[in-house]
T-cell receptor, first 114, second 112 residues
Framework: DAGVTQSPTHLIKTRGQQVTLRCSPK?????VSWYQQALGQGPQFIFQ???????QRGNFPDRFSGHQFPNYSSELNVNALLLGDSALYLC?????????????FGQGTRLTVV | GQQLNQSPQSMFIQEGEDVSMNCTSS?????WLWYKQDPGEGPVLLIA?????ELTSNGRLTAQFGITRKDSFLNISASIPSDVGIYFC????????????FGDGTTLTVKP
């Protein structure tokens, strides 16, 4: 049973560039949420996708956008990268939008902006 | 927005000791979750709590959902070296599993 997989595991980008991160949910899951985790802090919710639509969004600027594909996989795009965007980006998958469903996390993508 | 205050920030304990950490919120949550994160990995769910007052165990771990719905604690009994890591509390208010608010974690170090 494949868990949540993210790619790439690490990448380095230059300020002002754009980046795309990818996530495949756990088998059987249809909902994907993205989090940003800065060093020494807990994950911060970016947004959630279900049925190929953004369902909820945290307090992140429009430079952060996403997409969900028919196979439930998802992408996170960040435009005009800032140094402060350097963080571990985590993808979590779950089943549906109900409250008592558990979310499983991938290992994350470590983004460094220089 | 909602905030979770997690304490202590870090703990240094001897192998075999019990550990207790807690989380308080400025607002009510309907679900409390406890995760452990190892270096280079994503958080792994340890315990999920869905009802106020609920006490749930997972091996040596025990967690409780506070009656006020604004707090939760996690206890680890008889700690072992592999308990080392960062422990996060997280909560959902009236939304769904994907949108969790996380605390800033408790870093646990266990000395053999």
């Amino acid at each position: 049973d494949a868990g949540v997989t993210q790619s790439p595991t690490h990448l380095i980008k230059t300020r002002g560039q754009q980046v795309t991160l990818r996530c495949s949910p756990k088998s059987g899951h249809d909902t994907v949420s993205w989090y940003q985790q800065a060093l020494g802090q807990g994950p911060q919710f970016i947004f959630q996708y279900y049925e190929e639509e953004e369902r909820q969004r945290g307090n992140f600027p429009d430079r952060f956008s996403g997409h969900q594909f028919p196979n439930y996989s998802s992408e996170l795009n960040v435009n005009a990268l800032l140094l402060g965007d350097s963080a571990l980006y985590l993808c979590a998958s779950s089943l549906g939008l109900g409250m008592n469903t558990e979310a499983f996390f991938g290992q994350g993508t470590r983004l460094t902006v220089v | 927005g909602q905030q979770l205050n997690q304490s202590p920030q870090s703990m240094f304990i001897q192998e075999g000791e019990d550990v207790s950490m807690n989380c308080t919120s400025s607002s009510i949550f309907n679900t409390w979750l406890w995760y452990k994160q190892d270096p280079g990995e994503g958080p792994v769910l340890l315990i999920a709590l869905y009802k106020a007052g609920e006490l749930t165990s997972n091996g040596r771990l025990t967690a409780q959902f506070g009656i006020t719905r604004k707090d939760s604690f996690l206890n680890i009994s008889a700690s072992i070296p592999s308990d080392v890591g960062i422990y996060f509390c997280a909560g959902h208010p009236n939304t769904n599993a994907g949108k969790s608010t996380f605390g800033d974690g408790t870093t646990l170090t266990v000395k053999p």
